[in-house]
């Protein structure tokens, strides 16, 4: 089963700042936080990961709080293009016990309206 | 395009027909992942690869399903007597470890129809 919770839907005006907020509350020390977007019949994009910093890059910024419990995904100016289903994943490191395999919920559906 | 590439990209096929799908990984990454995904839910992971050892299978996987990797390069999934319960998308991903993390990165899916 999944271990993040994730609201089911989002609206977001274009050339605003979309904020997908995630609940990972049992997550582990060790675990990551990635999230991954899906454009209708497209596979998964990669987007970001983070460990206990803040992170950022060209697509997004992933803002983790201080206690790991909750993450927020943050498109700074979104477009229609980012119209997606995203997903919030916790995953351990790969190890021997692990084979790196994700974990996929349900995702938000983000709808960037014009 | 040196992304991960997935052949065919629509399959359909009548129930108990036999279907196999290809991928081809990022060249230099050694891992391996296929997922299915049916409509409005998530991937699912079905199978790993790590070089040509397949060492992972979900219970998804049932006795109709296999996966190879010959030479740790390009996998196959196969699926035999196929049901309609199979229509799904088929999605191959790949990855090169990076210390303690790595970034998967998916193909375009092979989308099926059992009818």
């Known amino acids: 089963d999944a271990k993040t919770t994730q609201p089911p839907s989002m609206d977001c005006a274009e050339g605003r700042a979309a904020n997908l907020p995630c609940n990972h509350s049992?997550?582990?020390?060790?675990?990551?936080v990635y999230w991954y977007r899906q454009i209708h019949s497209q596979g998964p994009q990669y987007i970001i990961h983070g460990l206990k910093n803040n992170e950022t890059n060209e697509m997004a910024s992933l803002i983790i709080t201080e206690d790991r419990k909750s993450s927020t995904l943050i498109l700074p100016h979104a477009t229609l293009r980012d119209t997606a289903v995203y997903y919030c994943i916790v995953r351990p490191p790969h190890g021997s016990s692990n084979t790196g395999k994700l974990i996929f919920g349900q995702g938000t559906t983000l709808q960037v309206k014009p | 395009d040196t992304g991960v590439s997935q052949d065919p990209r629509h399959k359909i096929t009548k129930r108990g027909q036999n279907v196999t799908f290809r991928c081809d990984p990022i060249s230099e990454h050694n891992r391996l992942y296929w997922y299915r995904q049916t409509l409005g839910q998530g991937p699912e992971f079905l199978t790993y690869f790590q070089n040509e050892a397949q060492l992972e299978k979900s219970r998804l996987l049932s006795d109709r399903f296999s996966a190879e990797r010959p030479k740790g390069s390009f996998s196959t999934l196969e699926i035999q007597r196929t049901e309609q319960g199979d229509s799904a998308m088929y999605l191959c991903?790949?990855?090169?470890?990076?210390?303690?993390?790595?970034?998967?990165?998916f193909g375009p899916g092979t989308r099926l129809l059992v009818l």
């Open positions: 049992t997550i582990s020390g060790n675990e990551y």
């Open positions: 991903a790949s990855s090169m470890r990076q210390g303690a993390w790595e970034t998967q990165y």
